[in-house]
Protein backbone atom coordinates (compact mmCIF):
# COMPACT_ATOMS: atom_id res chain seq x y z
CA UNK A 1 0.00 0.00 0.00
CA UNK A 2 1.02 3.77 -0.71
CA UNK A 3 -0.27 7.06 0.25
CA UNK A 4 -1.41 9.03 -3.08
CA UNK A 5 -3.43 11.83 -1.61
CA UNK A 6 -0.66 14.00 -2.88
CA UNK A 7 -0.73 12.68 -6.32
CA UNK A 8 -4.70 12.90 -6.39
CA UNK A 9 -4.57 16.52 -5.18
CA UNK A 10 -2.00 17.48 -7.92
CA UNK A 11 -4.72 15.52 -10.83
CA UNK A 12 -7.45 17.59 -9.23
CA UNK A 13 -5.90 20.73 -9.35
CA UNK A 14 -4.36 20.16 -13.08
CA UNK A 15 -7.73 19.38 -14.06
CA UNK A 16 -9.41 22.35 -12.12
CA UNK A 17 -6.67 24.60 -13.91
CA UNK A 18 -7.74 23.08 -17.36
CA UNK A 19 -10.89 23.67 -16.57
CA UNK A 20 -10.79 27.13 -16.06
CA UNK A 21 -8.00 27.27 -18.88
CA UNK A 22 -10.74 26.39 -20.97
CA UNK A 23 -13.73 28.81 -19.54
CA UNK A 24 -11.22 31.57 -20.32
CA UNK A 25 -10.40 30.91 -23.85
CA UNK A 26 -13.80 29.71 -24.62
CA UNK A 27 -15.34 33.11 -22.97
CA UNK A 28 -12.92 35.78 -23.78
CA UNK A 29 -13.39 37.65 -27.22
CA UNK A 30 -9.64 36.97 -27.92
CA UNK A 31 -8.58 34.42 -30.41
CA UNK A 32 -5.63 32.36 -28.14
CA UNK A 33 -2.92 30.23 -29.96
CA UNK A 34 0.52 28.72 -29.16
CA UNK A 35 3.84 28.28 -30.83
CA UNK A 36 5.72 25.57 -29.19
CA UNK A 37 9.46 25.54 -28.98
CA UNK A 38 11.44 28.17 -30.63
CA UNK A 39 9.21 28.07 -33.68
CA UNK A 40 7.94 31.37 -35.27
CA UNK A 41 4.07 32.10 -35.35
CA UNK A 42 4.31 33.02 -38.92
CA UNK A 43 7.04 30.03 -40.10
CA UNK A 44 4.28 27.79 -39.55
CA UNK A 45 5.06 26.49 -35.69
CA UNK A 46 1.77 27.47 -34.95
CA UNK A 47 0.17 24.31 -33.33
CA UNK A 48 -3.05 25.36 -30.86
CA UNK A 49 -5.76 27.78 -31.12
CA UNK A 50 -8.61 28.43 -28.82
CA UNK A 51 -12.51 27.81 -31.01
CA UNK A 52 -12.64 31.70 -31.61
CA UNK A 53 -10.80 31.18 -34.46
CA UNK A 54 -13.99 30.14 -36.30
CA UNK A 55 -15.21 33.88 -35.48
CA UNK A 56 -11.73 35.43 -36.78
CA UNK A 57 -11.14 33.16 -39.72
CA UNK A 58 -14.15 31.08 -40.21
CA UNK A 59 -11.90 27.73 -39.74
CA UNK A 60 -12.24 25.02 -37.27
CA UNK A 61 -8.91 24.78 -34.87
CA UNK A 62 -8.54 21.07 -35.80
CA UNK A 63 -7.74 22.72 -39.14
CA UNK A 64 -4.61 24.10 -37.34
CA UNK A 65 -3.43 20.81 -35.64
CA UNK A 66 -3.06 19.52 -38.92
CA UNK A 67 -1.64 21.87 -41.03
CA UNK A 68 0.99 23.94 -38.65
CA UNK A 69 1.45 26.47 -41.58
CA UNK A 70 -1.89 27.12 -42.32
CA UNK A 71 -2.12 30.37 -40.16
CA UNK A 72 0.90 32.26 -41.95
CA UNK A 73 -0.75 31.44 -45.34
CA UNK A 74 -4.28 33.16 -43.88
CA UNK A 75 -2.06 36.69 -43.89
CA UNK A 76 -2.37 38.96 -46.31
CA UNK A 77 0.72 39.11 -48.88
CA UNK A 78 1.36 42.32 -48.25
CA UNK A 79 1.29 42.28 -44.16
CA UNK A 80 3.25 38.73 -44.21
CA UNK A 81 7.23 41.16 -44.20
CA UNK A 82 5.93 43.81 -41.71
CA UNK A 83 4.24 40.67 -39.24
CA UNK A 84 7.47 38.93 -39.43
CA UNK A 85 9.86 42.25 -38.61
CA UNK A 86 7.59 42.76 -35.65
CA UNK A 87 7.45 39.51 -34.18
CA UNK A 88 11.15 39.15 -34.25
CA UNK A 89 11.54 41.99 -32.52
CA UNK A 90 9.12 41.28 -30.00
CA UNK A 91 11.42 38.15 -29.48
CA UNK A 92 14.36 40.00 -29.53
CA UNK A 93 13.43 42.81 -26.71
CA UNK A 94 12.17 39.60 -24.92
CA UNK A 95 8.48 41.05 -24.34
CA UNK A 96 5.36 41.47 -25.00
CA UNK A 97 3.93 43.18 -28.03
CA UNK A 98 1.09 43.95 -30.45
CA UNK A 99 1.01 44.56 -34.30
CA UNK A 100 -2.29 44.53 -36.44
CA UNK A 101 -2.15 43.06 -39.91
CA UNK A 102 -5.03 40.88 -42.33
CA UNK A 103 -6.20 37.50 -42.41
CA UNK A 104 -7.97 36.04 -45.05
CA UNK A 105 -11.77 34.76 -43.85
CA UNK A 106 -12.49 31.16 -45.54
CA UNK A 107 -16.49 31.68 -45.88
CA UNK A 108 -16.24 35.35 -47.47
CA UNK A 109 -12.89 35.48 -48.76
CA UNK A 110 -12.39 38.91 -47.39
CA UNK A 111 -9.39 39.71 -45.44
CA UNK A 112 -10.24 41.12 -42.22
CA UNK A 113 -8.08 43.28 -39.67
CA UNK A 114 -7.23 42.02 -36.25
CA UNK A 115 -4.52 42.92 -33.84
CA UNK A 116 -2.08 39.92 -32.66
CA UNK A 117 -0.71 40.68 -28.77
CA UNK A 118 2.27 38.65 -28.60
CA UNK A 119 3.94 37.47 -25.76
CA UNK A 120 7.41 35.33 -25.97
CA UNK A 121 8.12 33.10 -22.93
CA UNK A 122 11.73 32.42 -21.92
CA UNK A 123 13.50 29.62 -20.03
CA UNK A 124 16.29 30.35 -17.45
CA UNK A 125 18.94 30.35 -20.05
CA UNK A 126 17.03 32.87 -21.95
CA UNK A 127 16.05 30.54 -24.39
CA UNK A 128 12.70 30.71 -26.17
CA UNK A 129 10.33 28.18 -25.02
CA UNK A 130 7.25 29.15 -26.57
CA UNK A 131 4.84 31.91 -28.07
CA UNK A 132 1.54 32.57 -26.85
CA UNK A 133 -0.60 35.25 -28.90
CA UNK A 134 -4.07 36.93 -28.38
CA UNK A 135 -6.02 37.44 -31.69
CA UNK A 136 -8.74 40.12 -31.59
CA UNK A 137 -10.79 40.64 -34.71
CA UNK A 138 -10.75 44.94 -35.15
CA UNK A 139 -11.98 45.25 -38.57
CA UNK A 140 -15.36 47.06 -37.81
CA UNK A 141 -12.03 49.95 -35.42
CA UNK A 142 -10.58 49.93 -38.62
CA UNK A 143 -13.72 50.73 -40.65
CA UNK A 144 -15.03 52.94 -38.23
CA UNK A 145 -11.31 54.87 -38.18
CA UNK A 146 -11.34 55.07 -42.24
CA UNK A 147 -15.26 56.69 -42.37
CA UNK A 148 -13.72 58.89 -39.39
CA UNK A 149 -10.74 60.16 -41.55
CA UNK A 150 -12.77 60.42 -44.72
CA UNK A 151 -15.56 62.45 -42.89
CA UNK A 152 -12.98 64.97 -41.75
CA UNK A 153 -11.50 65.48 -44.97
CA UNK A 154 -14.89 65.85 -46.54
CA UNK A 155 -16.09 68.45 -44.54
CA UNK A 156 -12.34 70.27 -44.72
CA UNK A 157 -12.95 70.12 -48.80
CA UNK A 158 -16.87 71.08 -48.28
CA UNK A 159 -16.12 74.40 -46.10
CA UNK A 160 -13.45 75.18 -48.93
CA UNK A 161 -15.75 74.50 -51.80
CA UNK A 162 -18.59 76.18 -50.33
CA UNK A 163 -17.07 79.17 -49.66
CA UNK A 164 -14.92 79.23 -52.67
CA UNK A 165 -18.51 78.59 -54.85
CA UNK A 166 -20.77 81.46 -54.24
CA UNK A 167 -17.89 83.98 -55.29
CA UNK A 168 -17.11 81.68 -58.32
CA UNK A 169 -20.78 81.32 -59.96
CA UNK A 170 -20.48 84.88 -59.66
CA UNK A 171 -17.94 86.12 -61.59
CA UNK A 172 -19.52 83.05 -63.94
CA UNK A 173 -22.55 85.09 -64.16
CA UNK A 174 -20.23 88.21 -65.10
CA UNK A 175 -18.42 86.09 -68.10
CA UNK A 176 -21.74 84.92 -69.25
CA UNK A 177 -23.61 88.11 -69.30
CA UNK A 178 -20.56 89.62 -71.58
CA UNK A 179 -19.99 86.85 -73.86
CA UNK A 180 -24.35 86.78 -74.85
CA UNK A 181 -23.65 90.35 -75.38
CA UNK A 182 -20.49 90.17 -77.41
CA UNK A 183 -22.19 87.25 -79.85
CA UNK A 184 -25.37 89.71 -80.04
CA UNK A 185 -22.33 92.43 -81.14
CA UNK A 186 -20.65 90.55 -83.28
CA UNK A 187 -23.65 88.30 -85.30
CA UNK A 188 -21.95 89.85 -88.10
CA UNK A 189 -18.43 88.36 -87.50
CA UNK A 190 -18.67 85.02 -87.91
CA UNK A 191 -14.94 84.24 -86.46
CA UNK A 192 -15.96 86.03 -83.79
CA UNK A 193 -19.10 85.52 -82.75
CA UNK A 194 -17.72 81.60 -82.25
CA UNK A 195 -14.73 82.71 -80.01
CA UNK A 196 -17.61 84.47 -77.97
CA UNK A 197 -19.58 80.77 -78.11
CA UNK A 198 -16.85 79.35 -76.85
CA UNK A 199 -16.31 81.58 -73.78
CA UNK A 200 -20.18 81.03 -73.21
CA UNK A 201 -19.80 76.94 -73.45
CA UNK A 202 -16.69 77.39 -71.41
CA UNK A 203 -18.18 78.83 -68.61
CA UNK A 204 -21.08 76.27 -68.60
CA UNK A 205 -18.71 73.83 -68.47
CA UNK A 206 -17.11 75.40 -65.28
CA UNK A 207 -20.51 76.12 -63.29
CA UNK A 208 -21.07 72.04 -64.03
CA UNK A 209 -17.49 71.32 -62.48
CA UNK A 210 -18.42 73.62 -59.62
CA UNK A 211 -21.47 71.96 -59.44
CA UNK A 212 -19.52 68.30 -59.16
CA UNK A 213 -17.49 69.88 -56.73
CA UNK A 214 -20.48 70.50 -54.74
CA UNK A 215 -22.05 66.96 -54.87
CA UNK A 216 -18.86 65.67 -54.44
CA UNK A 217 -18.79 67.46 -50.81
CA UNK A 218 -22.42 66.88 -50.37
CA UNK A 219 -22.67 70.45 -50.72
CA UNK A 220 -25.37 70.47 -53.42
CA UNK A 221 -29.07 71.59 -52.73
CA UNK A 222 -31.14 69.17 -53.76
CA UNK A 223 -34.59 68.88 -54.84
CA UNK A 224 -35.85 65.50 -53.55
CA UNK A 225 -39.34 63.98 -54.99
CA UNK A 226 -40.85 60.37 -54.83
CA UNK A 227 -39.35 58.54 -58.20
CA UNK A 228 -39.67 55.21 -59.74
CA UNK A 229 -36.22 54.85 -60.90
CA UNK A 230 -37.33 52.46 -63.97
CA UNK A 231 -38.34 55.47 -65.21
CA UNK A 232 -35.40 57.37 -64.52
CA UNK A 233 -33.61 54.48 -66.31
CA UNK A 234 -36.20 54.34 -69.39
CA UNK A 235 -36.10 58.11 -69.93
CA UNK A 236 -32.15 58.46 -70.21
CA UNK A 237 -31.61 55.13 -72.25
CA UNK A 238 -31.53 57.13 -75.58
CA UNK A 239 -29.44 59.59 -74.34
CA UNK A 240 -27.12 56.25 -72.90
CA UNK A 241 -26.81 54.85 -75.90
CA UNK A 242 -25.75 57.92 -77.64
CA UNK A 243 -23.33 58.16 -74.52
CA UNK A 244 -21.59 54.78 -74.48
CA UNK A 245 -21.14 54.85 -79.02
CA UNK A 246 -23.04 51.98 -80.96
CA UNK A 247 -19.48 49.62 -79.86
CA UNK A 248 -21.36 49.05 -76.61
CA UNK A 249 -24.62 46.91 -76.35
CA UNK A 250 -26.53 48.95 -73.64
CA UNK A 251 -29.24 45.86 -72.01
CA UNK A 252 -32.08 47.28 -69.17
CA UNK A 253 -33.30 44.84 -66.66
CA UNK A 254 -35.70 46.94 -64.51
CA UNK A 255 -37.76 44.66 -61.86
CA UNK A 256 -41.68 45.25 -62.20
CA UNK A 257 -42.52 45.19 -58.50
CA UNK A 258 -39.59 47.94 -58.06
CA UNK A 259 -40.03 50.05 -54.64
CA UNK A 260 -40.43 53.88 -54.57
CA UNK A 261 -37.25 56.09 -53.86
CA UNK A 262 -36.80 59.87 -52.69
CA UNK A 263 -34.31 61.43 -54.60
CA UNK A 264 -33.66 64.61 -56.71
CA UNK A 265 -34.23 63.27 -60.11
CA UNK A 266 -31.59 65.10 -62.25
CA UNK A 267 -28.61 64.09 -59.38
CA UNK A 268 -29.91 60.75 -60.08
CA UNK A 269 -29.84 60.83 -63.61
CA UNK A 270 -26.33 62.35 -62.99
CA UNK A 271 -25.39 59.24 -60.89
CA UNK A 272 -26.60 57.12 -64.11
CA UNK A 273 -24.87 58.74 -66.49
CA UNK A 274 -21.60 58.82 -64.74
CA UNK A 275 -21.43 55.29 -63.56
CA UNK A 276 -22.36 54.27 -67.75
CA UNK A 277 -19.93 57.35 -68.67
CA UNK A 278 -16.98 55.24 -66.75
CA UNK A 279 -18.61 51.82 -67.54
CA UNK A 280 -17.54 52.93 -71.57
CA UNK A 281 -14.35 54.01 -70.89
CA UNK A 282 -13.82 50.97 -69.27
CA UNK A 283 -14.44 49.43 -72.84
CA UNK A 284 -12.52 50.76 -75.35
CA UNK A 285 -12.88 47.59 -77.66
CA UNK A 286 -16.54 47.45 -76.97
CA UNK A 287 -18.94 44.97 -74.71
CA UNK A 288 -22.10 45.10 -72.73
CA UNK A 289 -23.58 47.40 -70.28
CA UNK A 290 -25.68 46.74 -68.11
CA UNK A 291 -28.40 48.51 -65.93
CA UNK A 292 -30.67 46.81 -63.62
CA UNK A 293 -32.74 47.97 -61.20
CA UNK A 294 -34.54 45.26 -57.71
CA UNK A 295 -35.50 45.75 -53.87
CA UNK A 296 -33.20 44.56 -51.43
CA UNK A 297 -33.48 44.28 -47.68
CA UNK A 298 -30.25 44.53 -45.59
CA UNK A 299 -30.04 42.90 -42.38
CA UNK A 300 -28.13 43.87 -38.99
CA UNK A 301 -25.52 41.39 -40.22
CA UNK A 302 -24.78 43.44 -43.73
CA UNK A 303 -24.83 46.58 -42.45
CA UNK A 304 -22.53 44.95 -39.14
CA UNK A 305 -19.94 44.11 -41.99
CA UNK A 306 -20.40 46.79 -44.45
CA UNK A 307 -20.39 50.69 -42.15
CA UNK A 308 -21.67 52.72 -41.70
CA UNK A 309 -24.89 51.10 -43.85
CA UNK A 310 -28.21 51.02 -42.14
CA UNK A 311 -30.31 47.38 -41.91
CA UNK A 312 -33.82 48.22 -44.01
CA UNK A 313 -35.72 48.13 -46.98
CA UNK A 314 -33.50 49.40 -50.37
CA UNK A 315 -33.73 49.59 -54.37
CA UNK A 316 -30.69 48.75 -56.01
CA UNK A 317 -29.63 50.30 -59.14
CA UNK A 318 -26.83 47.76 -60.56
CA UNK A 319 -24.81 48.94 -63.60
CA UNK A 320 -22.16 46.19 -64.36
CA UNK A 321 -19.93 46.14 -67.58
CA UNK A 322 -17.34 43.68 -69.49
CA UNK A 323 -14.65 45.94 -69.19
CA UNK A 324 -11.04 45.48 -68.40
CA UNK A 325 -11.73 45.61 -64.84
CA UNK A 326 -9.81 46.95 -61.76
CA UNK A 327 -7.58 45.61 -59.59
CA UNK A 328 -8.31 46.20 -55.08
CA UNK A 329 -5.64 49.15 -54.86
CA UNK A 330 -7.39 51.01 -57.64
CA UNK A 331 -11.06 50.41 -56.15
CA UNK A 332 -9.20 51.87 -52.65
CA UNK A 333 -9.00 55.19 -54.93
CA UNK A 334 -11.83 55.57 -57.23
CA UNK A 335 -14.20 57.64 -54.80
CA UNK A 336 -11.15 60.46 -54.26
CA UNK A 337 -11.47 63.50 -55.41
CA UNK A 338 -9.17 64.03 -58.20
CA UNK A 339 -8.60 60.29 -59.03
CA UNK A 340 -8.53 59.22 -62.22
CA UNK A 341 -6.63 55.48 -64.45
CA UNK A 342 -7.03 58.16 -67.80
CA UNK A 343 -4.53 60.24 -69.28
CA UNK A 344 -3.65 63.58 -68.85
CA UNK A 345 -6.58 65.58 -69.97
CA UNK A 346 -9.40 63.31 -70.64
CA UNK A 347 -10.90 63.28 -66.84
CA UNK A 348 -11.10 65.42 -64.26
CA UNK A 349 -11.36 62.64 -61.54
CA UNK A 350 -14.73 63.60 -60.19
CA UNK A 351 -16.89 61.83 -61.93
CA UNK A 352 -16.63 58.56 -59.50
CA UNK A 353 -16.04 61.42 -56.37
CA UNK A 354 -19.65 62.89 -57.64
CA UNK A 355 -21.38 59.80 -57.89
CA UNK A 356 -20.22 58.75 -54.36
CA UNK A 357 -21.13 62.64 -52.98
CA UNK A 358 -24.59 62.52 -54.17
CA UNK A 359 -25.98 59.06 -53.06
CA UNK A 360 -24.47 59.75 -49.89
CA UNK A 361 -26.63 62.98 -49.68
CA UNK A 362 -29.64 60.51 -50.75
CA UNK A 363 -29.04 58.76 -47.34
CA UNK A 364 -28.10 55.76 -49.93
CA UNK A 365 -24.59 53.72 -50.31
CA UNK A 366 -22.65 52.75 -53.13
CA UNK A 367 -20.32 49.13 -53.55
CA UNK A 368 -18.14 47.96 -55.84
CA UNK A 369 -16.90 44.58 -57.28
CA UNK A 370 -14.28 44.52 -59.88
CA UNK A 371 -11.74 41.90 -61.05
CA UNK A 372 -8.64 42.62 -63.46
CA UNK A 373 -10.10 41.22 -67.01
CA UNK A 374 -13.50 40.77 -65.68
CA UNK A 375 -15.33 43.85 -65.57
CA UNK A 376 -17.28 46.01 -62.88
CA UNK A 377 -20.44 46.24 -61.23
CA UNK A 378 -21.53 49.11 -59.42
CA UNK A 379 -24.24 48.71 -56.65
CA UNK A 380 -26.20 51.66 -55.65
CA UNK A 381 -28.52 51.60 -52.55
CA UNK A 382 -30.98 53.81 -52.51
CA UNK A 383 -33.84 54.05 -48.97
CA UNK A 384 -36.79 52.70 -50.10
CA UNK A 385 -40.08 54.67 -48.88
CA UNK A 386 -44.13 53.70 -49.44
CA UNK A 387 -45.28 56.41 -50.81
CA UNK A 388 -46.19 56.98 -54.85
CA UNK A 389 -45.25 59.47 -56.66
CA UNK A 390 -49.00 60.87 -56.37
CA UNK A 391 -48.52 61.72 -52.72
CA UNK A 392 -44.73 62.86 -52.67
Known sequence: MSDITERKQAEEALQECEEKYQMVTQNIREMVYAVKGNGHPYGGSVHWVSDKVRDVVGREPDEFVQDPTLWPRLIHPDDVPGAVEAVNEIIASKKPGTLEYRVQHKKTGEYRWITDSVVPRFNDSDKLVNIFGAVRDVTERKQLEAQLLQSQKMEAMGRLVAGVAHDFNNLLLVIKSHSFFLRNSLSHDERLAEAAKEIDDAADRAASLTSQLLAFVRRQVLQPKVLDLNAVVGDISTLLRRLIGESIHLVTSPDPALGWIKADPGQIERVIINLAVNARDAMPQGGKLLIGTANAELDESYARQQIPVK???????????????????????????????????????????????IVNQSGGYIRVHSEPGRGTTFKVYLPRVELSPDFG
Request: glycine share 18%; proline share 6%.
Open 311 to 357: PGSYVVLTVTDTGIGMDEETQAHIFDPFFTTKEPGKGTGLGLATVDG
